[in-house]
C-alpha cells in the first residue's frame, strides 16, 4: 500500500522572476497564473483526490482553490507546505541579490548555506519530507495533492532521492506543474517530475 503525493508549484505571479517574494503577504496570481489554476483543476478532476492542502500563502491557496472544488474537497492550509523564509532577503529583487556574496553561497551550497534570519534548505527539507511521512502514515492508500513552491518541492524530490541538496540546480520545477511522488512503508520513489498542463 502506498500513498500518492501530486506536489503542485503554485501558478504563476507578476512579480514571478523579478522579485525574491518569499514569504510576502498579498502576493496574488496574476491572469495567466488563474488560467494556469484552471486547466490545473481540469487536468485533476477526474483523478480520484483524496485531500488537497497548500501552502497558506496567497498565490498557493488560489492555485489549490479551484483544484479543491473540482474534486468537490476542502483546501486545508499547511504550515510544512509553505514557502522558504528568507528572511532578510525577503521582498529584494533579483538584481539586488546577484551581488551579495551571501546569495551567490546560497545557490551554490544549499546543502551547508543559510538564509540571513531564516531557513536553512535543510530546515525546508525537514519539514517537507516530515510533513509526507505523517500523511502517508495517516492516509496510507491516499491521493493528495500538495500545492507549495518550487524550492520547497526540490527539496522533497531530492531527500525521496537521497541526493545532495547542493543538486537543486539539476531539477526544474515550473510554476502549476505537478510533481508525482509515491510513499510507503517500503520507502518512496519519484514517478513523475515536472509535468506542465497549459501555457
Do not use: Y
Not at 520547497?152 to 543538486?167: P, R
Request: glycine fraction near 12%.
Amino acid at each position: 500500500m502506498a500513498a500518492t503525493f501530486l506536489l503542485i508549484r503554485h501558478a504563476e505571479h507578476e512579480l514571478l522572476g523579478r522579485v525574491l517574494t518569499g514569504r510576502m503577504p498579498g502576493v496574488a496570481l496574476g491572469e495567466r497564473g488563474r488560467r494556469q489554476a484552471g486547466l490545473l483543476a481540469s487536468r485533476l478532476a477526474a483523478s480520484g483526490l483524496t485531500a488537497v492542502q497548500s501552502s497558506p500563502l496567497e498565490r498557493a491557496m488560489q492555485t489549490a482553490a479551484p483544484i479543491a472544488a473540482a474534486s468537490g474537497l476542502n483546501c486545508d492550509p499547511a504550515e510544512a507546505l509553505t514557502e522558504i523564509d528568507f528572511g532578510a532577503w525577503t521582498g529584494k529583487s533579483f538584481t539586488e541579490l546577484t551581488a551579495d556574496p551571501r546569495w551567490r553561497a546560497w545557490n551554490a551550497e544549499r546543502g551547508r548555506a543559510v538564509t540571513p534570519g531564516g531557513e536553512s534548505m535543510l530546515q525546508v527539507q525537514s519539514r517537507i519530507l516530515g510533513h509526507l511521512k505523517a500523511m502517508s502514515t495517516a492516509e496510507p492508500a491516499g491521493r493528495i495533492a500538495l500545492v507549495s513552491h518550487g524550492d520547497v518541492i526540490k527539496a522533497a524530490v531530492l531527500g525521496i532521492m537521497g541526493a545532495s541538496l547542493d543538486a537543486f540546480a539539476a531539477i526544474e520545477i515550473e510554476p502549476a506543474s505537478i510533481t508525482t511522488l509515491v510513499l510507503g512503508d517500503w520507502g518512496g520513489k519519484v514517478v513523475g517530475l515536472n509535468e506542465r498542463v497549459g501555457p
